[in-house]
T-cell receptor
């Protein structure tokens, strides 16, 4: 069964600095999708960024980028120029691309990110 | 476009009772999934529905059930509530359809269930 591990329960970063959140996963599949979701204190979870495993190029969305290392099964999220609004719980998630298999989305336990003014 | 709507926002129930939570997806979204969020276990998948059919089910006891209606609205039901069922229950919708497998989830604000 697939698993997703976020080894940092909490992190802090100074405003305007860069921070990297770690995520590792375990799977025997070769085709899958990876996601980072953000849950601010207001609770509504939103998608930050997604990566298709067959794409070698790392996904980027403005200040958010990932470092996808398929062989190492690592999918870290880098936030540049951190802003107060980035304070949230961040969840890494995995989903198989094979709809004939167990393709439910699997979340890590989350990393709570604090932004220090 | 209205987002995912979950009702009620808060619920307090007693052990042994049952509860029904409701989720209205974004218009045009046919897939609805449910998650249980607790501080200890994180976010755990409950089930997913597409076009009124359950596609996937997580590792939860049979006390947890759900359904989806023809208008894509979904309900989940928990019977014989236990203290450990206290959690934030999140619903998400997506435009999943054949071949579009990485469509993002759009979450509601959740229902906070407290079992006493």
């Amino acid at each position: 069964a697939q698993t997703v591990t976020q080894s940092q329960p909490e992190m802090s970063v100074q405003e305007a600095e860069t921070v990297t959140l770690s995520c590792t996963y375990d799977t025997s599949e070769s085709d899958y999708y990876l996601f980072w979701y953000k849950q601010p204190p207001s609770r509504q979870m939103i998608l930050v960024i997604r990566q298709e495993a067959y794409k070698q190029q790392n996904a980027t969305e403005n200040r958010f980028s990932v470092n996808f290392q398929k062989a190492a099964k690592s999918f870290s999220l880098k936030i540049s120029d951190s802003q107060l609004g980035d304070a949230a719980m961040y969840f890494c998630a995995y989903r198989s691309a094979d709809r004939n298999r167990d393709d439910k989305i699997i979340f890590g336990k989350g990393t709570r990110l604090h932004i220090l003014p | 476009k209205a987002g995912v709507t979950q009702t009620p926002r808060y619920l307090i129930k007693t052990r042994g009772q049952q509860v029904t939570l409701s989720c209205s997806p974004i218009s045009g979204h046919r897939s609805v999934s449910w998650y249980q969020q607790t501080p200890g276990q994180g976010l755990q998948f409950l089930f997913e529905y597409f076009s009124e059919t359950q596609r996937n089910k997580g590792n939860f006891p049979g006390r947890f059930s759900g359904r989806q209606f023809s208008n894509s609205r979904s309900e989940m039901n928990v019977s014989t509530l236990e203290l450990g069922d206290s959690a934030l229950y999140l619903c998400a919708s997506s435009r999943w359809m054949e071949g579009v497998y990485n469509s993002p989830l759009h979450f509601g604000n959740g229902t906070r269930l407290t079992v006493t």
